[in-house]
């Protein structure tokens, strides 16, 4: 019987010992965290050092997204845009969040940071191949020229596409011949493009009853594919031709304004609001170059919100409180034949000293292009100065004469069309500028 009784409780104990050893080796999971409550209780719990968050009226927050790049994350561009900037994605292009009305941007830093945010601009260039850093050749064809850029970081085809063999190819120079029996050309055309804003430059000649379009983008992609459509592309390494079946299912954005803000609120402990300028217009916009974010001006957006209305006349405020300056930037451009102002109205505000704006050309030919700039409201127009940087990246002193800046430069088969870009200083507070070019031909 005492034996019965001593199995009883050994059997007990032992049973006692595996349900504590069961538990030992089974911890309760902790509830994952999925909204932030408005005392930002546990946000310090979820939130990475450095990082910036949209954080959604509902309490929900997703970090802002980087995906694939042209350059490494946290590199940044707080200078002239750099059109060759370029973000794409494939199906992770949902994982961009959206910065809806009533929504906020979150930044958690466990250490001082730098008040000054810089906030690049990217233009939705639509579906694409995975290729970039197309050149133009003096033939009008479009080229991966390896050998014209003494960085061996520089990126041409996105990772892991059926794009990518093309940079295995024994050859400083790949041509993209044809795409989808179209032949590429660099083509001209008579007509001006009009409209604000363009992305692609698309022309039209029939020579021999063949049609042939230009669908170089400034980003140096391909623009006007239909989405996941898979294109026949000849390519030719040097004289050897290869066939490739590229898919138009790369989503482009490339860089075309910059800007700095410093308007920030504290919202908690190691916690601050990044504030939107209210000018701002829709569109896709990364921060300290470690991901990007949808903004949406209201409670939706759809298929025709168009998220490239340029942002003209838009304030940053820089450090020093007193002051602040203007970015301007547009996507006109000024064809064969034509001269005019780059914005409708022909005046670019300046609210300081210094203010930058861009301008874009296309010729048929090589030409000498003269730029002028008149001054009008500033306190004192013959001390206003100003520089040019060319496509080339040359930069060239504009001459002040009786308060209009002029400049001159000659463009060659590889500049027949590129952004000039302009920057003023000593113009005053009241000023204004009023840009053109003018071009004749090479004698």
Known sequence: MKLKRFFALALSTLTIVSTLTACASSPLKEEKITKITDDFTDYDKVFEDGMFYVKHSDGTFEPIY?????YEKGEYN???PDYQRIMWYQDDFNNIPTLYEGDEILMYSEDTFDEIFTIERYYDYGYSIGICNLEITDSGRFAIKTTSSNNSDVVYTYPNSDASEIE???????????LGGIALRNTATSDKINGSSTSVTTTTTTT???????FLTKAGTIGGLVQDST???EVYAGTIKKTLNLKANVRVLGEFETYTITDYDYVASKCIR????DEWNEGFYCINGLGIFRYVKG?????DTDFNIANVEVKSTSSNTSSSSTSNSTDRVVVDGDVYVPYSDGETKVVTSKSTETIKYEYLEPKVITINVSTEGASDAG???GTATLPTGETIELTNKSGTLTGTFTTTASTLSGTIYLEYTNLSDNGTTRAALSAESVK
Do not use: C, K, Q, R
């Open 208 to 214: 021999n009853n063949a049609v042939e379009n230009s």
């Open 78 to 80: 707080s200078s002239v």
């Open 168 to 178: 295995s190819l024994n050859s400083s120079s790949v041509i993209i011949d044809t």
């Open 274 to 277: 990044l504030n939107i300028p």
């Open 66 to 70: 980087f995906g694939a790049a042209t």
């Open 231 to 233: 294109y026949v592309a």
């Open 299 to 303: 409670e939706s957006y759809n298929e």
């Open 383 to 385: 001390a206003v100065s």
